[in-house]
């Protein structure tokens, strides 16, 4: 919730588990149940509230860029790669701008592990997606806590010749967990905040391409170097 926007007053929440009901925020109805049902018959009655969702849309997410942390590569990102480019998203900060600011247009093109919300999940799951789909680029987006998790599966790759891109925000911490301690203890924290290896060195050990950008300003650049 760090990094959420500000929600209007009324809010209305559709969830199959009544449990979630008003769990996160306080809401004005709720109700529960199967959703594939329910979005198409909602998305058919607000059709006529929106006279341009897609307006609406743009506005409001390049108004989140400009104004939110951490970092806003997401919507450059989606500019610069092919539409069939598998993303996924691991438990982190910046991955989490990808659900308002990175637009999917073709299905099983973003994965997150939505109901475990597994720390640690991006890159053995881009490197099995890479094998599922080996003519389509595979990007995964980690924070270094949950990359250092699961990045000894990249020797794995690299053994095999499974080619995707890393993309990791390294700040040295376990940002998301810090920032709920923050909120649930009266700005008490522990553990979040961490010693991370040379990841540049760790690539090259594996004959991969690290580059080390000190800003987001070149992450366009980036993206036509390593696709």
Not at 34 to 41: H, W
């Amino acid at each position: 919730r760090s990094w959420s926007l500000p929600l209007p007053d009324r809010k209305v929440q559709l969830d199959p588990d009544p449990r979630e009901l008003g769990r996160e925020y306080p809401i004005e109805a709720g109700a529960s149940g199967d959703l594939a049902q329910s979005i198409p018959q909602l998305a058919e009655v607000a059709a006529g509230y929106v006279a341009d969702w897609g307006d609406f849309v743009d506005r409001t997410r390049d108004e989140a860029a400009s104004n939110r942390a951490p970092v806003p590569i997401m919507g450059v990102t989606r500019d610069s790669l092919p539409e069939d480019t598998i993303i996924v998203v691991d438990v982190t900060s910046i991955g989490y701008r990808a659900f308002d600011e990175y637009p999917i247009t073709m299905p099983r093109t973003f994965l997150y592990p939505s109901h475990s919300v597994t720390l640690g999940f991006a890159v053995p799951a881009a490197i099995g997606a890479k094998l599922a789909c080996p003519d389509q680029q595979v990007v995964a987006f980690c924070g270094d806590g949950g990359f250092q998790m699961t990045a000894s599966e990249l020797a794995t790759a690299a053994e095999h010749g499974v080619g995707t891109v890393s993309v990791v925000s390294n700040d040295g911490s376990l940002s998301a967990i810090r920032g709920a301690q923050v909120r649930a203890f009266d700005g008490r924290v522990i553990d979040t905040d961490m010693k991370t290896p040379r990841l540049a060195d760790l690539a090259r050990s594996l004959g991969m391409i690290p580059i080390v950008l000190k800003r987001f300003l070149p992450i366009r650049w980036v993206w036509k170097v390593l696709l």
